[in-house]
């Protein structure tokens, strides 16, 4: 069943709250009374438990309608945690992707490439914990060296996908390879020199090279080791091999921090597929009076 991306949970109900992050262990004991653990979760996953006051007839079949809508268990959907939905400039970082989603570079700096996730951080003495953040808000906004960056699609703006929790930088600028120069390094001279343009250490994405070297240079973001104009030099070598056009682009680089602000929620589930709901009263103008007892949700992964 798809996820439920609004609304959030309860929906437009008054509804009270107890929640907390929750573990699994495997706890073995000897008969001296010493114990070895297996901890079986790396994160938390954290579980609500919800319960009201009688509610009326249309609250209640609000939720009762939410909770068919989710067929149970099946169904995931949105739930505000009050006491963890804030992303602020120093509980956050973002993480560099690689085209197939995996964690590269250096959390919370740049890595010349478009593509970020998102997590929160929490400490306590000195040791730091992660959670990735996939349920935003509409809002939420990256910071890039200390600058919020604007969402849209002009250069220099950023996309935010709300069902994921990754951002998308739009290059900064772009140039066309107008010559390679093969070798133990790879050099690209470009039409025009960037810019502001690079500088050593930084990091510069190329696409669209064809050539036996293509493999080897397309889609990634490169180390840059030197600069001179409008050439650019990477430590890749193409030894032997041919290249040919493509163009390099200019993302958030590693000398540039990125965080992020907003608001966001946990993905979770029922933990029931049955609801339980009595009849505790009667008013004479609103007719029965609901209780739904039991209403207990656990947070679900990367959904």
């Known amino acids: 069943m798809a996820f439920l991306e609004s609304p959030r ?9 107890s929640m907390g992050p929750t573990f699994r ?10 114990e ?25 079949q609000q939720l009762e309608a939410f909770f068919i809508a989710r067929a149970g268990r099946a169904g995931a959907f949105r739930v505000k ?85 990754v951002f998308t930088f739009v290059k900064d600028q772009t140039r066309n390879v107008s010559a390679h120069t093969v070798g133990a390094d790879h050099i690209f001279t470009f039409a025009s020199a960037f810019s502001p343009n690079f500088a050593v250490g930084g990091r510069i994405w190329i696409t669209g090279v064809t050539g036996t070297a293509a493999t080897i240079l397309n889609d990634m973001s490169h180390e840059i080791t030197g600069v001179t ?24 680089q590693p000398t540039q921090t990125l965080t992020a602000y907003g608001e966001f929620d946990y993905p979770c589930r029922f933990t029931s ?20 007892r039991g209403i207990d949700l656990i947070e679900v992964r990367d959904e």
């Open 9 to 17: 949970f309860p929906p437009n109900v008054s509804i009270l709250a």
């Open 25 to 34: 262990t495997n706890v073995a004991e000897t008969a001296s009374g010493h």
């Open 36 to 60: 070895s653990r297996d901890q079986q979760w790396l994160r938390e996953r954290v579980r609500f438990m919800f319960s009201h006051t009688g509610l009326y007839q249309a609250e209640h």
């Open 81 to 165: 945690h009050p006491g963890d939905y804030l992303l602020t400039s120093s509980n956050n970082q973002l993480v560099p992707l690689d085209p197939d989603g995996n964690e590269i570079g250096t959390a919370g700096l740049g890595y010349g490439v478009a593509t970020y996730a998102m997590r929160r951080a929490k400490t306590y003495s000195s040791l730091t914990t992660y959670k990735t953040i996939t349920k935003p808000v509409v809002g939420t906004t990256a910071v890039r060296a200390g600058t919020p960056v604007t969402l849209g699609s002009a250069d220099g703006n950023v996309a935010l996908d709300t069902t994921t929790g």
């Open 229 to 252: 104009g409008a050439d650019i030099t990477i430590a890749t070598a193409t030894t032997a091999l041919t290249a040919s056009g493509g163009s390099g682009q200019f993302f958030p």
């Open 273 to 292: 597929d049955e609801a339980t709901f009595d009849i505790v009263d009667k008013n004479v103008q609103n007719g029965y009076i609901w209780q739904w």
